[in-house]
């Protein structure tokens, strides 16, 4: 069964930094890039970045660049997403989410989406 | 950055009925659109991809048209499980967009 499962949630303190895991079952994790999407409570879906799990190259929205940091661990097909200097806004439900195509191409379409990690930023 | 456009915020209709949403982009996208479903609490499922190819699995009362800058999403006849919130997404230009959602409630 193709899946992402995603970490637990999380609190953190405004300033300090958040990285979350996605781990992937039932295909071949470096056959397709992973994006990363938020949603703020009660609001819409923001496309973060991707990696590619097979070279590690990554492409990140200009909003967070800077901040964000995208890597993987092939050896335990999981994915990565480190948020650094967390405010307020930051608070947000981050998924995780395939790429429908396989490599080398990429197409932005997301097939297959973790649950979920909930942020919680707050003093 | 491309905007997107959805219309109506908020739909409510019965079950059984048919349901048109709207995706309108500040510039044209070509057939580079897709549509999510996501329901509370749950992570947002591909329903159409390219303007108008259903994804895997997806039932065929949901179908998309349009291209350049104006979409639909059609619901040909409502079924309980599709109330819920819509979004669409634009993957021509760079950065990809969604748009603010149609949700789709119970009359």
């Known amino acids: 069964q193709v899946q992402l499962v995603q970490s637990g949630a999380e609190v953190k303190k405004p300033g300090a930094s958040v990285k979350v895991s996605c781990k992937a079952a039932?295909?071949?994790?470096?056959?397709?890039?992973m994006h990363w999407v938020r949603q703020a409570p009660g609001q819409g879906l923001e496309w973060m970045g991707w990696?590619?799990?097979?070279?590690?190259?990554?492409n990140n929205a200009h909003k967070f660049q800077g901040r964000v940091t995208m890597t993987r661990d092939t050896s335990i097909n999981t994915a990565y997403m480190e948020l650094s200097g967390l405010t307020s806004d930051d608070t947000a439900v981050y998924y995780c989410?395939?790429?429908?195509?396989?490599?080398?191409?990429?197409?932005?379409?997301?097939?297959?989406w973790g649950v979920g990690t909930t942020v919680t930023v707050s003093s | 950055e491309i905007v997107l456009t959805q219309s109506p915020a908020t739909l409510s209709l019965s079950p059984g009925e048919r349901a048109s949403l709207s995706c309108r982009a500040s510039?044209?996208?070509?057939?580079?659109l897709a549509w999510y479903q996501q329901k509370p609490g749950q992570a947002p499922r591909l329903l159409i991809y390219?303007?108008?190819n259903r994804a895997s699995g997806i039932p065929a009362r949901f179908s998309g048209s349009g291209s350049g800058t104006d979409f639909t999403l059609t619901i040909s006849s409502l079924e309980p499980e599709d109330f819920a919130v819509y979004y669409c997404?634009?993957?021509?230009?760079?950065?990809?967009?969604f748009g603010p959602g149609t949700k789709v409630e119970i009359k």
């Open positions: 997404q634009q993957r021509n230009n760079w950065p990809t967009t």
């Open positions: 390219d303007a108008s």
């Open positions: 510039q044209s996208v070509s057939t580079y």
């Open positions: 990696i590619n799990p097979n070279s590690g190259d990554t």
């Open positions: 039932g295909y071949t994790f470096t056959g397709h890039y």
């Open positions: 989410a395939r790429d429908s195509q396989r490599l080398p191409n990429y197409y932005y379409q997301m097939d297959v």
